[in-house]
C-alpha cells in the first residue's frame, strides 16, 4: 500500500491468459476497481510477449513468483479459464471430480500450495488465485442482450437467452469443445472476435450485473475490493 496525493492507494497485479483478458481487465474491471475501492489494478499477460500463456502452468508459474518478490505490489491475482486448461496445472486433475462450485476452488488453493511451496508463507499471502468459469465468454451471458447489440444481430438475442436459461448461472455453462460458452457464441456469430466484441459487450453487461450472476466472480471482487483495507 502507498499513498499518492495524499490518498492510500493499493496496487494489484493480473497475470492473466492473453490479450482478451488483458484488455479486459485494462478497460472494464480497472477502471470499476478504482472507482469502487482505489485500488490500482495492472495485468500482464503469462509467458512471453505474442504467446498465449494459459497453456503452460510453468510460465505462469515463473511470472506469479516473480511479481510476488516485487514489493510495489500489494496483490498478486490471477485470470485463467478452466475450459482448456492441461492437466499440468495443479489441482485440475482433482477438479473433476468437485461439484460445480468447488471446481475453480481446487485449481486456485492447489495452485496456492503449489507456488507456497517455493516463496514460502509471507509471500504466499499477496496471492489471490482466480480461475474463471469456464471461460470469459460466460460473464457475456449475464447480459445476454449486451453481446446482441455489439454484434448488431437482433435476432441473436433470443438464441443466447436461451442458452442463458438453461444454467443456474452463466459460470456453470458447459465445459465441452463443443458446447463452452465460446464456442456457442461463434456458432451464432460467424464474425466473432473474443478481443474486440468480447470486451465491448463486456462494457455493455457491466461489472455489476456480472457480480450478481456470477457468484464465484463475485466472490474474487468482493476479496480484490479488500486489499484496500478499511
Not at 507456488?115 to 514460502?120: R, S
Not at 447489440?149 to 465441452?176: C, G, H, Q, W, Y
Not at 456469430?189 to 450485473?209: D, M, N, S
Request: proline share 6%; with cysteine.
Amino acid at each position: 500500500m502507498f499513498t499518492a496525493g495524499g490518498q492510500c492507494m493499493s496496487k494489484v497485479i493480473a497475470v492473466v491468459e492473453g490479450s482478451t483478458e488483458q484488455t479486459f481487465v485494462r478497460e472494464v474491471l480497472a477502471p470499476w476497481l478504482w472507482n469502487a475501492s482505489r485500488i490500482e489494478l495492472v495485468a500482464s499477460a503469462a509467458g512471453k510477449p505474442g504467446k498465449k500463456g494459459g497453456n503452460s502452468y510453468g510460465r505462469v508459474k515463473r511470472d506469479i513468483i516473480n511479481h510476488l518478490k516485487n514489493p510495489h505490489f500489494a496483490l498478486v491475482t490471477t485470470f485463467f479459464d478452466f475450459y482448456g486448461m492441461s492437466t499440468k496445472w495443479p489441482g485440475r486433475t482433482e477438479a473433476r471430480k468437485k461439484s460445480h462450485a468447488n471446481k475453480p476452488v481446487a485449481v486456485e488453493n492447489a495452485m496456492r500450495d503449489d507456488i507456497e511451496a517455493d516463496v514460502g508463507s509471507e509471500l504466499i499471502a499477496r496471492l489471490l488465485p482466480y480461475i474463471q468459469m469456464h471461460e470469459f465468454e460466460a460473464l457475456l451471458f449475464s447480459e445476454p442482450s449486451a453481446l446482441s447489440e455489439v454484434m448488431r444481430d437482433e435476432a441473436s438475442k433470443k438464441k443466447l437467452l436461451e442458452i442463458r436459461n438453461e444454467f443456474s448461472t452463466p459460470e456453470e455453462i458447459n465445459d465441452s469443445p463443443d458446447m463452452a460458452p465460446s464456442k456457442r457464441v461463434e456458432r451464432i456469430f460467424r464474425f466473432y472476435r473474443k478481443p474486440l466484441h468480447g470486451v465491448l459487450a463486456a462494457k455493455r453487461v457491466t461489472i455489476e450485473k456480472m457480480r450478481l450472476e456470477c457468484p464465484h466472480f463475485e466472490i474474487w471482487l468482493t476479496a480484490l475490493g479488500a486489499v484496500g483495507g478499511p
